[in-house]
Structures are given as C-alpha cells and as structure tokens.
C-alpha cells in the first residue's frame, strides 16, 4: 500500500461529459502529481502542485484541470470527454520536489469513454 | 531534452535465476535521479529503487539492485532470485534537476517481465 489513495478505481461515461476524478496524497507528502498512461503514449506527466500551487504542467489538454486544496488532496477535472481520452490516470505524491524523491503512485483511475 | 529508453519488450526468466532488465538515458542535467517501478497486472506502480547521479556506490534494495553504469548513461536493474510475483510490467523513469525542474518524472515505454517455474 503506497498510501496515496485514488477515487474512483473505474469510471465509465461517455463522450462530451465531464468527470472529477480524486486523489489524497501520503500523510506529510506536499507535492501531487498527476499522470495518464496510455497504449499509444505510455505514461505521460500531466500536471503537478506543491502546497496548492501550480508547479509544472506537461502535456496536459486545455479540457483538462487540476487543483490542490488547502488539505493537499488534488482534484483532476476532464470535460468534453472523448473516445480518446479512455486511460488509466495516476495520481502519485512525494514529500517535496528533490531529484531524489521518489513519488509514490496510487491505484489509479481507469476511465473509459464509450 | 531527457528521454529514457528500454529496448527490451518482453523478457523471460526462470523462477530463482537473476534477470537484468535494461535501461538507457540521455539528459544533459549534471544532477537527476533514476528510478524504478513495476506495474503488475493489477495495475497499481509500486516504487522499486532509486539511484542518484552522484552516488558512488550502485543501489540495491532486498531483491532487486540498480546497475548504474554513468559514462555509457545506463541504469540496469537486476532481479536476484526471481519469484512467481516478479511477473509484471518494469519502468525506468529519470528526473532532472533543471530541465522540467524537479518535478515531473520522465519513463521508458517499459519492459514485461515473465517468471516461469
């Protein structure tokens, strides 16, 4: 058990709708960090906040957001769904942003879009 | 720009002998990290072991050690021992001190272990 917790494990919706999917960081962990791992692109960083800020953004779709809250568990929005957004999305936590550190992942979040 | 890569798609070993499974980097950071995680069917990325590019000293964790090679920009991991539960899926990722700063890890594509009896 890495102790970063993912909800909900599976997600089935269809294209055009919105989804929240939500995660809650190790105890002490500051820093959350959001992934989506998929057949054709592998595992890509999406976006990542420390303390409740924006830190680093990666390949993140302008129909995608994220936020931290004062609690440090972190929300990731998805709307206007489409076929091509079905993947497992990961949340992982570490305790700051060193090199070092390695980032715990939870469960994931496997969503598919009919 | 960093890029990770494993050219090894699928790998089979016999249950209690030793595996490697490659890794190759390309970063222009003088300072990143190395790690590794499996992802076993069940899907869940479970942290392995981590190298950092000052260490002198090659990592190891119980079962699993980091062939850390700096001048070839290689971090082999091998599995001593293999068990049954070692069938999964390994990635190699990196993180760099600059570029992208210290937060996003970078992975290879993956290697797919099978531990056969």
């Known amino acids: 058990d890495s102790g970063v917790t993912q909800t909900p494990k599976h997600l089935i919706t269809a294209t055009g709708q919105r989804v929240t999917l939500r995660c809650s960081p190790r105890?002490?962990?500051?820093?959350v960090y959001w992934y989506q791992q998929s057949l054709d692109q592998g595992l890509q960083f999406l976006i990542q906040?420390?303390?409740?800020?924006?830190?680093a953004k990666g390949n993140i779709l302008e129909r995608f957001s994220a936020q931290q809250f004062p609690d440090l568990h972190s929300e990731l929005n998805l709307s206007s769904l489409e076929l091509g957004d079905s993947a497992l999305y990961f949340c992982?936590?570490?305790?700051?942003?060193?090199?070092?550190?390695?980032?715990?992942f939870g469960d994931g979040t496997r969503l598919s879009i009919l | 720009a960093q890029k990770i890569t494993q050219t090894q798609p699928g790998m089979f070993v016999q249950e209690k002998e030793a595996v490697t499974l490659d890794c190759t980097y390309d970063?222009?950071?003088?300072?990143?990290?190395l790690f590794w995680y499996k992802q076993p069917s069940s899907g869940e990325m479970i942290f392995l072991i981590y190298q950092g590019s000052y260490d002198q000293q090659n990592a190891t964790e119980g079962r699993y050690s980091l062939n850390f090679q700096k001048a070839r920009k290689s971090a082999n991991l091998v599995i001593s021992a293999s068990q049954l539960g070692d069938s999964a899926m390994y990635f190699c990722a990196m993180r760099g001190a600059f570029s992208g700063g210290y937060n996003k890890l970078i992975f290879g594509a993956g290697t797919r272990l099978a531990v056969h009896p």
């Open positions: 105890s002490g962990d500051l820093s």
């Open positions: 992982a936590s570490s305790e700051d942003t060193g090199n070092n550190q390695p980032q715990h």
């Open positions: 970063t222009s950071d003088p300072s990143y990290g």
């Open positions: 906040y420390y303390n409740g800020e924006e830190r």
